[in-house]
């Protein structure tokens, strides 16, 4: 007897059907933090589901999804177990707190700087802690703004940003709302659209459109609105947070023309590059655009100090990722297409009251900010493990192999030294951190070891304690 056979066309048609359901399920539970759907997107690895506030107002009233209370941020459907324990702190007066600032330059080139193009981070660097060999959690901007802030490695991105409202905030975001601190975020980034405004800056004014139509007018904006918010918040006797994030130095390189100090430039699309593309022009329109956003961050330095709170403020200057200029001479340009020092590696300038002016030389990483801030600032006195990925930059050893994990659009990477293992949905890939085109050493087995125990540690139940009578 033959088997009936299944048209493709309609084969085809069921499965497109099934996908766009599932999509729009998922769009609408995403939208509402419904955990009981969005608990399980980490449990597929192969599924990149889509995630439209917009679409979500528009198919909402479509499905019948009951949103009852329990399953808005029920952790009992969450595979995230964040922090593992509450944090305990020494106590400190409000008083003796200082104000937190972090100034995030998107894609920022480790080797501009440099005194010739960014002088007034070169003096803030000076007068700071500044690590040296310093790698962002990820090749573009999410990771790298998740990584710094939860002090997580980038994979468990995609577990919290599911289960957003189950978490609340990271731990360091609540280390300062909890201690009454005035927080702003201002960022043109589309915060919103990625979920990190949900994720990372809950129940904290974000301002993510400015009245300036272009992209240096967002960045002279941003600066503006950030020392009315540092004088507002000085003037009041109230201890604050801003999180500024610049973005003149994000390809196409954004800077005016009283800023064009090194020429010459560059007229060119870099989706247009490839080998053949001089590489000198593009890297002045980038160094000027560079120059651009350091005389803005001299701006807020000179504002911190006239209101005489330089030496009561934390400053973290840093940026999301790195940014690549045909660096590996590969054909790669811009960022999120390979795990190489060009795309990983950031400055990061540390000043925090109370530290002399050091240069650490270990590596580092985002996932170290937390652990360090809240030990140095915050006076914490639990384990980094029950919270982050990341250590006190201070006190471990930082000279000890660790593995580092780097996150991207839709796989991640761990490095070893100087060799990247690069893990894709149906392969991997090895090379150099230095040289894309350099092979890489066979992976060390205790770090994978220890690597893929720090990538599941925070979605293991913390172990019940036994009541001893």
């Known amino acids: 007897i033959p088997r009936p056979r299944m048209f493709p066309g309609l ?16 769009i609408v539970a995403y939208s509402r933090n419904d955990a009981r759907i969005t608990s399980l997107t980490p ?3 192969f599924y990149m589901p889509f995630t439209s506030h917009r679409n979500a107002d528009k198919y909402g009233d479509l499905l019948p999804l009951e949103m009852q209370e329990a399953a808005l941020g029920d952790m009992s459907h969450s595979t995230l177990h964040y922090p593992r324990e509450a944090l305990a702190f020494r106590d400190a007066p409000y008083d003796s707190l200082p104000d937190v600032l972090v100034l995030m330059l998107e894609s920022w080139r480790t080797d501009t700087l440099v005194p010739e193009v960014m002088p007034n981070a070169c003096a803030l660097a000076e007068r700071s802690v500044v690590l040296t060999d310093h790698l962002s959690t990820g090749n573009q901007t999410t990771c790298g703004v998740f990584g710094f802030f939860y002090g997580l490695h980038a994979t468990y991105w995609p577990a919290v940003k599911a289960n957003s409202a189950a978490i ?3 731990v360091l975001i609540d280390a300062m709302t ?5 927080c702003k975020v201002l960022a043109r980034s589309g915060f919103d659209r990625h979920k990190i405004e949900d994720a990372v800056f809950r129940g904290i004014d974000v301002v993510d459109r400015f009245p300036s139509p272009d992209v240096p007018g967002w960045d002279r904006d941003l600066t503006d609105q950030l020392k009315d918010f540092m004088r507002d918040r000085t003037a009041a006797g109230r201890r604050w947070f801003a999180y500024g994030f610049f973005k003149a130095t ?3 390189y954004a800077y005016p023309d009283s800023m064009r100090r090194f020429t010459p430039t560059a007229d060119l699309n870099v989706a247009l590059a490839d080998m053949e593309t001089p590489v000198e022009p593009i890297l002045n329109d980038y160094r000027n655009a560079a120059r651009f956003d350091d005389a803005l961050i001299g701006e807020i330095v000179a504002e911190l100090e006239a209101l005489g709170r330089l030496d009561r403020t934390v400053i973290v200057l840093t940026s999301d990722h790195g940014d690549e200029i045909n ?10 297409t390979n795990f190489t020092r060009w795309q990983v590696q950031v400055p990061m300038i540390l000043r925090l009251p109370g530290r002399d002016p050091m240069r650490v030389t270990g590596r580092t990483s985002h996932v170290d900010v937390a652990p360090t801030l809240l030990e140095e600032v915050f ?8 919270y982050s990925n ?16 780097i996150g991207s659009y839709v796989n991640h990477a761990y490095v070893f030294g100087n060799d990247v293992f690069a893990i894709y949905p149906m392969h991997t890939r090895k090379y150099a951190f230095d040289d894309i085109q350099q092979p890489a050493d066979r992976p060390p087995a205790d770090l994978m070891q220890r690597a893929a125990a720090e990538m599941s540690r925070f979605s293991e139940p913390p172990a019940a304690t036994k009541d001893v009578n």
């Open 43 to 45: 449990l597929f690895p």
């Open 11 to 26: 084969l085809w048609g069921l499965l497109l059907a099934a996908f766009a359901a599932s999509q729009v399920v998922h």
């Open 390 to 405: 990341g250590v006190n930059v201070f006190s471990a050893d930082l000279a000890a192999p660790r593995p580092f994990v």
């Open 250 to 252: 994000h390809f196409s």
């Open 178 to 182: 909890d201690r009454g601190y005035d």
């Open 327 to 336: 660096d590996n001479r590969a054909n790669y340009w811009g960022h999120g």
């Open 379 to 386: 006076g914490c006195i639990t384990e980094p493990a029950a």
């Open 168 to 170: 609340d905030n990271p």
